[in-house]
């Protein structure tokens, strides 16, 4: 995945992020307490993980090419998932989405696994 591409991702994570979290300030006020801290938690992730796409973008110049252009779409899919399998589980109560949170979880640490990797094998030049 390009740089730009990656940035404009993760402002869009970050824009979505941010309306979400005066969502559930504002409209999910009278949900059970347990499901406003899950929907809390896909906001938090949703918001840290667009910074780190914005940041991988940044960051490009620095790391192995072929690496950190694999890294970028993987954190991009598991962001999406854990966070919005976490708001409709919140929004329509439908017990089998929990199921997709933790791969959405597995994509992003595999996603980060190979920012290291990317960031280690880049040749010195």
Known sequence: MQPRTLCGAGALLLTIGVAAGAFGAHALKAIHVDLLAVWHTAVLYQLVHGLGLIALAAAHPLLQPRTAALAG????????????????????????????????????????????????TRPRS
């Open 73 to 120: 779409p993987i954190l991009l899919a598991g962001s999406v998932l854990f966070s919005f399998s976490l708001y409709a589980l919140v929004m329509f109560q439908i017990p089998f989405l929990a199921y997709l949170t933790p791969l959405g979880g597995l994509l992003m640490v595999a996603g980060w696994a190979l920012v290291v990797v990317a960031a280690w």
